[in-house]
């Protein structure tokens, strides 16, 4: 997949804060007579005999879902011909190993079962005897094990009754001591971890439980206690309004694990444990939903990569099922899936029976104004007319898991041109084969010295040329369905008794931003930061803005006489910065001579195309 030298899961833990309540109780697990209610027949994990059976009839009448499964297909057959994985560490991950196994394991297995080809269970076989082999599945990185567990798991579910026992018996001996048991011997921080850590290890984990329940009762039984007590402290950071912390990159990554864990609890115990009603769950739909700019770009704050493209698509319209919305059930994207990517999600072949099952849409529509609560507050103003206008502004704070100073920063396009930026994820694995510190989040964390991480390059302010507080919370509240404001006094604690920002919606291609700042003898210098990617020419009212017929004017409406300056940062600043052509930040610097007690800085920020007037126009 295209994110795979991206998407690099690793942890940067969450810390208790305003809106983000104690974990909520799931169900209670009985460990001793949950077998009894298991279901004996095989498929049992995602799929069952009843559903496998409906997915062939609708696979013969559905054109959406027969392109998508022909797509599975398609990359069934290039994998008869492609050599078995290896053990084979990229840094130190076998994650990417473990990923495609899954891949491999699903495509092979759905093909096997709609066509009944023997060429598809005979591959799938070899896969699973090669990865059976492998001295371990990597437990000093444990993701490497939990996806590997689920990619043995639905090998064995899906075709375990046709597969040889020669076959068999390795896998389960497998998935018993390289997945299940090394699972339960941990005590790893993701055990309790509040990020995608927990529900990727123990959906993983689940996965084995399920398959190895006759061969390792107890065992099983234990993990899934386990997991049914610690997943709600990933799922309470969905809540109140479903915007996912670490980004919509990452809800992509660890919801595709939550919706799977529901679905296998549902298809083998017919209960998930309360699993899909967990306050902020559902409502992460809109989120997902929302985050993708009218450019087909996500907002793409914290390690989030920038370019949406299908990712997620096959879980978001899961959604569609429970809530009744239309709008997460995309056609389009999911023709998409595998025409776009050479290789094909590895999720694709597992989301097939959901995207099959019949649902009665009782709305189909997404908000003009949305804003969220949370660990990491967000709020999206957006415009139903022609013109796209997308507004999408956050609070929070550094500390959080995969976290930036970019509290109180914003994204912003017109025409589905991006003019204000967010510079998202850098590649992790390369910065780590140089000894560099990614993963710190305290003050003085090498982290910050990232352009794509520090506050001096995202769209904020920053006050006295230093850091934001990595510890301090940027609340965010809508005033109005045009309006949105945070507040940054935590953020900038030390360094100005309050501050605030206001964005206001004017008009189809009309905002504002106005700083409200309460000054004190420690405030030497303010800096309002525009980061883009446009070409900037300066202007007696303040900058406009350049992307081919497109244009977007800045007016500096107070204080009045200040003017921008540009930096470019195209080379970037350090030789293992993350390098983004054109990028340079607009900047409006405020010296001590300039602040008042109270200070405000307003911009007004107004777009256009090629045949419209605007003020300043040639």
């Known amino acids: 997949m295209r994110y795979l030298l991206a998407l690099l899961f690793l942890p940067l833990f969450l810390v208790a804060q305003p809106g983000m309540e104690e974990p909520v109780p799931l169900q209670a697990f009985d460990t001793v007579s949950w077998t009894q209610g298991l279901r004996r027949e095989h498929p049992r994990l995602i799929l069952t005999p009843g559903s496998l059976d409906s997915l062939r009839n609708a696979l013969a009448t559905d054109p959406t879902l027969g392109s998508y499964y022909a797509g599975i297909q398609q990359r069934a057959d290039e994998l008869l011909r492609a050599p078995v994985l ?19 394991s699903g495509i092979l297995g759905m093909s096997w079962l709609i066509s009944g080809d023997t060429a598809y269970l005979d591959r799938l076989g070899d896969e699973l005897v090669a990865v059976s082999t492998f001295t371990d599945w990597n437990p000093s ?96 950071t969905y809540a109140p309004d479903g915007a996912y912390p670490e980004g919509a990159t990452y809800w992509s990554y660890a919801t595709s694990y939550s919706v799977i864990t529901i679905e296998m609890l549902r298809s083998a115990l017919n209960d998930d444990f309360g699993l899909t009603d967990y306050p902020g769950f559902l409502q992460s739909a809109t989120f997902r939903a929302l985050a993708e700019a009218p450019s087909g770009a996500y907002y793409n704050y914290a390690d989030g990569a920038a370019d949406a493209g299908t990712n997620g698509a096959e879980v978001l319209a899961w959604f569609a099922g429970p809530t009744g919305n239309g709008s997460f059930f995309q056609p389009g994207a999911l023709k998409r899936v595998y025409r776009e990517d050479a290789r094909g999600s590895r999720f694709a072949a597992l989301a097939l029976p959901w995207i099959a099952r019949p649902t009665q849409f009782t709305e189909s529509g997404l908000p003009l104004t949305w804003s969220a609560d949370g660990p990491n507050p967000l709020g999206i103003l957006r415009d139903a007319t022609d013109t796209t206008f997308y507004l999408a502004v956050k609070g929070g704070r550094g500390s959080i898991s995969h976290g930036n100073l970019d509290a109180g920063s914003f994204i912003f396009e017109l025409d589905s041109v991006r003019w204000a930026v967010d510079l998202g994820m850098q590649d992790y694995n390369s910065l780590e084969q140089l000894g560099f510190d990614l993963w710190g989040h305290e003050q003085q964390a090498a982290r910050w010295t990232l352009i794509s ?25 809508q005033l109005s369905p045009t309006t949105i404001r945070v507040d940054l006094g935590e953020v900038v604690n030390g360094q100005i008794a309050a501050a605030s920002r206001t964005f206001t919606k004017l008009g189809p291609r009309t905002f504002t931003t106005t700083d409200t700042l309460m000054t004190t003898d420690a405030t030497r ?75 405000t800085i307003r911009v007004r920020l107004t777009g256009a195309s090629s045949g419209e007037y605007l003020r300043g126009s040639e």
């Not at 998935?175 to 309790?192: F, M, V």
């Not at 390059?457 to 920053?462: E, F, G």
């Open 141 to 236: 990185h444990f993701l490497d094990v939990a996806e590997m567990s689920l990619a043995v798991a639905i090998g064995l579910d899906w075709a375990e009754e046709a597969l040889p026992n020669s076959v068999t018996s390795q896998a389960y001996g497998a998935l018993l001591h390289l997945g299940l048991e090394p699972s339960l011997a941990s005590t790893d921080w993701w055990i309790t971890a509040d990020n995608n850590w927990n529900q990727v290890c123990h959906g993983g984990t689940i996965a084995a439980a399920l398959t190895l329940a006759e061969r390792a009762p107890q065992q099983s039984g234990r993990a899934i206690a386990r997991a049914i007590e610690y997943l709600p402290r990933a799922l309470r």
């Open 86 to 104: 290896k053990r084979e560490l990229t840094g130190r991950r076998l994650l990417f190993v473990s990923r495609e196994a899954l891949r491999r």
């Open 525 to 599: 210098t303010v800096c309002w930061q525009l980061m883009t990617t446009a070409a900037v020419t300066l202007t007696d009212y303040g900058a406009r803005l350049r992307q081919g017929d497109h244009w977007l004017d800045l007016f500096v409406e107070q204080p009045t006489g200040l003017h921008f300056s540009v930096v470019s940062l195209d080379p970037p600043p350090l030789a293992y910065d993350m390098q983004v052509p054109g990028l340079k930040r607009l900047e409006l610097r405020l010296p001590n001579y300039l602040l008042q007690p109270k200070t």
């Open 453 to 477: 991480k520090n506050n001096f390059n995202h769209s904020t302010l920053t006050v006295n040329d230093s850091l934001h507080r990595v510890d301090g919370f940027a609340p965010l509240v």
